[in-house]
């Protein structure tokens, strides 16, 4: 009950949070109920803490009576015992309503996250692209998505058309095999899938980053922990536990979020540790619920994908800095690329999971479709998914539950997409970026087809 949101801190500031959630598009919630039933927990667990200390003091006086005294302490005993067994019962009961709810209110926002309906009212932060560096706004960007794009020379291919025409994407075989939304890699684009792997792990580990290769499968408190549950429970396959030792229930990630975060669950930390940042590069399933007929082509969005995510556990005074410091590893990583990019500050009805704070994206330019396509986000989450997962730790005297942050790092989906249909040729041709020649071993991938 006290893993999510404060529950004290919803009641004193019931409005605040009512607001929150109208601007973040949270409905079906019954504040009320959940407040009025947790004052009905209060009252009952007065009571239940009265009547042990009633028992308590009866067990202690019946030895030292006469026996003429001690069947009737025993008698008072045995009732305020039966009452006891029928109020704690209750009080599990009432516990059981208030985690129907608790679990789906928000968590707060920052006071720099914008108020707003969907991605029309996210804010532009930064664009940039490789000819031109960082364009300049004289007050605020327009959220127009070809404004400030860059001019393309010749008509653009598409990734489909680019990885037929390579011979490194197919999803016609992959539809045989599994279905629609996979696809086989192949040839060039693996390698290249395992250059930027390389580049980005090289700066990962310059800057103190420890390497993290963590399950793939995770008990259901990994998913509620870091809030993927239970509001995105239809994004998740769960492995049926039959043939699962201890018939466990199993869930396939999404992300490595919610088992690097895991890692510390139950722990307590000592502030000299802080902040620790983790990466782990991971193949994820997402089940695409609610998107179906959309994409349905190519490589954007599929069932299984691979990711490499950055995660923080830090201080209440780190988590900004750390925050800041994963946007600026986006920011270097997509430079590297000479992919253009624009930053934007995700706005409140847009801000995805329950968890989120605050919260950046990262946008890169697809040249066919004249539109920005997300390839990575970067969330500060405050102390909500360490109250689920019970991440504590010591400073001085006291002891506090950390802070997380979370960044996808890169998606290499939708990175090799940017690659394709930014860098190529006219030709047919793929132009590799220069930050991965010495990685690759070629600087071109030629067509084929």
């Known amino acids: 009950m006290d893993k999510m949101l404060d529950i004290n801190y919803i009641k004193e500031n019931k409005e605040k949070v009512e607001k929150i959630m109208s601007q973040r598009k949270v409905t079906g919630v019954d504040v009320d109920k959940l407040l009025k039933t947790y004052d009905s927990y209060l009252d009952l667990l007065r009571k239940v803490e009265l009547h042990r200390s009633l028992r308590n003091k009866l067990s202690a006086d019946i030895p030292k009576v006469k026996n003429s005294e001690k069947n009737k302490l025993i008698e008072e005993a045995t009732k305020l ?37 969907d991605e029309h009212d996210n804010v532009i932060i930064k664009v940039w692209n490789p000819k031109g560096g960082y364009y300049k706004a004289e007050e605020k960007f327009t959220y127009d998505d070809t404004l400030y794009a860059p001019k393309e020379e010749f008509p653009h291919k598409d990734h489909i058309e680019l990885g037929e025409s390579l011979d490194i994407i197919d999803t016609e ?8 939304r996979f696809c086989y890699l192949k040839n060039e684009a693996v390698i290249l899938q395992d250059a930027i792997s390389e580049l980005l792990k090289k700066e990962l580990l310059r800057r ?60 307590t930390l000592q502030k000299e540790e802080l902040p620790i940042k983790v990466y782990a590069q991971t193949t994820c399933f997402r089940s695409e619920v609610g998107s179906w007929g959309k994409d349905v082509r190519g490589i954007k969005r599929v069932h299984q994908f691979d990711k490499l995510e950055m995660n923080a556990v830090c201080t209440e005074e780190q988590e900004r800095a750390v925050f800041d410091e994963f946007i600026k590893i986006n920011e270097w990583l997509f430079q590297k690329l000479e992919i253009p990019y624009r930053i934007v500050n995700k706005c409140t009805g847009d801000c995805g999971y329950n968890a989120s704070y605050f919260q950046y994206d990262v946008e890169v330019w697809r040249p066919k479709e004249r539109e920005y396509m997300e390839a990575g986000t970067d969330t500060m989450t405050t102390d909500y998914q ?17 802070r997380t942050v ?21 030709d047919g041709s793929v132009r590799v970026p220069k930050a991965l020649h010495k990685y690759t071993g070629f600087k071109k991938i030629l067509p084929k087809k």
């Open 81 to 117: 015992k039966a009452e006891l067994l029928d109020m704690e019962k209750q009080l599990d009961n009432l516990k059981i309503e208030m985690d129907k709810i608790l679990p789906y209110i928000p968590n707060l926002v920052s006071d720099e996250m914008p108020v707003g309906e």
């Open 173 to 180: 075989q992959s539809g045989k095999v599994s279905g629609s």
């Open 208 to 267: 103190g980053f420890a390497p993290m290769i963590p399950p793939l499968l995770v008990k259901e408190r990994s998913l509620f922990g870091t809030s993927h549950f239970p509001g995105g429970r239809s994004q998740v396959y769960k492995i049926e536990n039959e043939n699962v030792e201890e018939q466990n229930d199993l869930f396939l990630v999404g992300s490595a979020e919610p088992t690097n975060f895991s890692y510390f669950m139950d722990k």
């Open 406 to 426: 979370n960044d996808t790092g890169v998606a290499f989906g939708r990175t090799i997409i940017a690659i394709l249909e930014n860098l190529q040729q006219k």
């Open 386 to 402: 360490a109250r689920r997962l019970n991440i504590r730790y010591k400073d001085g005297e006291k002891t506090k539950f950390v």
